[in-house]
């Protein structure tokens, strides 16, 4: 997105960071968003595994912009952590799911088993799956900012 | 400058698409409950169901009710007082909905002070005590017995009675009633076989009094 070449304020290494974190903005408010619709408007039940990937996805929705407004290069360190915390939860998640992990560790056996398939779109999307490629798209982005600022 | 612009449009652009899906949603889950319930017209009301009022009323409400569940036991006198301001025009029939943990006991010591021509006061006296006998949301039946003290109950007979298979069929009966017409919430009001648009006593009062108004006039 060529949005702030003209932008002649800001330094050159700066504005080609800001790019990626918006992008990551962009994507962690709309799961934030997403989360909220399955759960407050469905009335989905959120399972325990769920919420972990809550805990960590929620709090990137309002902590990029903090580093969007002005620009931090050093974004990444604050946001970075929560992204990966995420992306573990949520891989695991995926495993779960997908029946790698047995049956024997799954770690939420009471209410919502985190193993049940509540949503699937197109034969193929699911939450968990959909986590997941939002938190590695973030983590992408984030180490993107971080390589075109830091040069 | 333009990246301010650009962070706020897509902020509000997503808040939009937010509100507008919710929207939606609500609109389409609305209509099909109504086709739900529609298509299930026969289990609302069963033949075993507890009735209170005119058998003749213009007005039914079914509702669905756990007696461990807060709302219920708030909503009682309110559809109590509903009913004395029309008297005759009203009948309420409840159904269970035991969705609490533990809440089934207490429906089943409800059935079986229903045998013994008490079920009205026992509700009353179980609704009134529920804080001491649902500690945390966990309905605790030996907890219910100090509070049916006075109501004259055999309580031999009802706890012989709690166990027998009749009152089982109609707890199972009434859960399934209750799944088949999407109930997932207590309590649950169907006036007239209509569902409440969205939960709270506005909507149920005012369903009430436009179906005490139609069927007026009607007349």
Redesign the interface.
């Known amino acids: 997105m060529p949005?702030?070449e003209?932008?002649l304020a800001t330094p050159r290494d700066a504005t080609t960071g800001?790019t990626p974190t918006?992008t990551a903005?962009?994507i962690a408010?709309?799961s934030t968003?997403g989360a909220?619709?399955f759960g407050e408007?469905?009335?989905l039940p959120t399972c325990t595994l769920c919420w972990y990937q809550r805990i960590f996805m929620f709090p990137l929705a309002l902590i990029l912009?903090v580093g969007?407004?002005p620009f931090d290069r050093k974004v990444v360190r604050y946001a970075l952590p929560l992204a990966v915390g995420g992306w573990l939860v949520a891989v695991f998640h995926q495993l779960l799911v997908a029946g790698v992990i047995p049956e024997d560790i799954r770690p939420c056996t009471q209410g919502v088993p985190c193993s049940q398939t509540v949503i699937e779109w197109f034969g193929v999307l699911t939450i968990p799956l959909l986590s997941v490629v939002a938190f590695s798209l973030i983590i992408v982005l984030l180490i993107l900012t971080h390589l075109r600022s830091s040069k | 400058?333009?990246?301010?612009t650009?962070?706020l449009g897509?902020?509000v652009l997503?808040?939009l698409?937010?509100a507008v899906?919710?929207m939606s949603?609500?609109t389409e889950t609305t209509q099909q409950s109504a086709q739900v319930v529609d298509r299930n017209r026969d289990r609302l009301v069963r033949m075993h169901s507890p009735a209170l009022g005119n058998a003749q009323a213009r007005v039914v409400i079914v509702e669905f009710l756990d007696p461990a569940c807060e709302t219920c036991r708030a909503f009682y006198p309110l559809v109590k007082d509903m009913m004395a301001a029309n008297p005759e025009d009203i009948r309420l029939v409840l159904r269970y909905a035991p969705f609490h943990q533990g809440s089934e006991a207490v429906v089943a010591v409800l059935e079986a002070a229903r045998k013994q021509g008490k079920f009205w006061p026992a509700l009353d006296a179980v609704l009134a005590s529920q804080a001491e006998w649902a500690p945390h949301h966990v309905a605790q039946v030996e907890l219910v017995w100090p509070h049916l003290d006075g109501l004259g109950l055999d309580l031999e007979q009802l706890r012989a009675d709690m166990s027998s298979p009749e009152i089982a069929r109609i707890i199972e009966q009434d859960l399934a009633d209750a799944q088949a017409l999407n109930v997932?919430a207590t309590p649950e009001f169907f006036v007239n076989g209509q569902p409440l648009p969205h939960f709270g006593y506005d909507p149920l009062k005012q369903l009430v009094d436009r179906a005490l108004k139609d069927t007026d006039a009607r007349q």
Do not use: C, E, G, N
Request: charged residues 15%.
């Open positions: 949005t702030t003209d932008d800001w918006f903005w962009l408010s709309a968003l909220l619709f408007v469905m009335q912009p969007l407004f | 400058m333009k990246q301010k650009l962070f897509a902020a997503m808040l698409v937010f899906a919710t949603y609500r997932r």
